[in-house]
């Protein structure tokens, strides 16, 4: 972030070591105390809270992804000949 | 689905119900079509994978253990299936030589330009806002999001695209992940920040392509 006045805090994370731990966060994987320097971090800055909502909104997207691009041949086709298949390993195991 | 469940329906299977097996195939074929294209990029060939893995599992099923779930050892039998699927056109990368080229990779999370240089009294701090992403509110925009997100899985380095694939799209956790690929939970958390980091980066690129001032 840009303009502020203080001056940084060595112990603190600054916005390039924060964009490297958004997964390990969102895996509940950091340490406590990383956790907490995270957080802290979060409460006051604005762009880094901006990129942890663009990280969340890309797993939303990719949860909503439907089913491939159907393959041929088609489902129909596909389903009877997985039954077929079913059938004669059922046949072959008794 | 719990492992009582599992069980149910392993059994089932030995006896030849037909139902159980139709069911088990409708509720997991969508995420083995979507493994198998991530080793295996023409359809018709990830179409016979998806078949033989069905027929491996069926003829493994004596193997199956209640350790992991289900869920997980048929999504383990995919990956296999797969990557043995492409073993007769190029030599089989073993999983370790994978893991070592994908982690290993350099790079950070986000360019370090948009970053304050080391001389900056804000050394690391973002230099501009990262823009929000905007919620497509047209139909339009929505299908050309999935599809710009779509592209940027698929140009991901494979076992990247795979943890991604499994943990975001599929919805399953990271240690599930770890046994169906059988790679550590350190380099799971490290390839699926690696595939999230750079998928946001082409959603961003998409999303504010031409909105810029």
Redesign the interface.
Same mark, same amino acid.
């Given at each position: 972030?840009?303009g502020?006045q203080p001056t940084?805090n060595p112990i603190e994370l600054?916005?390039?070591?924060l964009?490297?731990l958004?997964?390990?966060y969102l895996?509940g994987?950091l340490s406590p105390a990383d956790r907490v320097r995270f957080e802290k971090h979060l409460l006051t800055?604005?762009?880094?809270t901006?990129?942890l909502?663009?990280?969340q909104?890309?797993?939303a997207?990719?949860?909503?992804?439907?089913?491939?691009?159907p393959?041929?041949?088609n489902g129909d086709d596909? /389903?009877l000949?997985?039954?077929d298949?079913?059938?004669r390993?059922?046949h072959k195991? /008794? | 689905m719990t492992g009582r469940e599992d069980a149910e329906t392993v059994a089932a299977l030995r006896r030849g119900d037909e139902a159980t097996f139709a069911a088990l195939v409708r509720r997991h074929q969508p995420a083995f079509q979507r493994i198998a294209r991530v080793w295996v990029h023409d359809a018709g060939a990830a179409a016979e994978v998806v078949q033989d893995a069905w027929l491996a599992a069926l003829e493994g099923l004596e193997r199956f253990e209640e350790r992991s779930s289900l869920r997980t050892w048929l999504y383990g039998i995919v990956v296999n299936t797969a990557r043995a699927h492409g073993r007769a056109a190029r030599r089989l990368v073993p999983m370790s030589a994978l893991v070592a080229d994908e982690t290993g990779e350099a790079g950070p999370a986000v360019e370090a330009e948009r970053f304050q240089p080391e001389s900056h009294h804000w050394a690391g701090h973002w230099i501009d806002m990262p823009a929000p992403f905007p919620a497509p509110d047209r139909a339009l925009e929505r299908q050309e999001l999935r599809a710009a997100l779509e592209a940027a899985i698929a140009a991901l380095p494979v076992l990247q695209q795979q943890v991604i694939v499994l943990c975001d799209v599929e919805g399953l956790t990271g240690e599930e992940a770890c046994n169906i690929l059988g790679v550590a939970s350190t380099n799971q958390r490290v390839l699926l920040h690696r595939a999230r980091s750079k998928v946001r980066a082409v959603l961003e690129r998409h999303l504010t392509e031409g909105k810029q001032p």
């Open positions: 972030m840009t502020r940084p600054v916005c390039q070591e964009v490297e958004v997964t390990e895996s994987g800055c604005p762009p880094c901006q990129y909502a663009q990280i909104s890309t797993r997207l990719a949860a909503e992804l439907g089913p491939v691009a393959s041929a041949p596909v /389903d000949k997985l039954a298949l079913f059938r390993w059922h195991a /008794d | -």
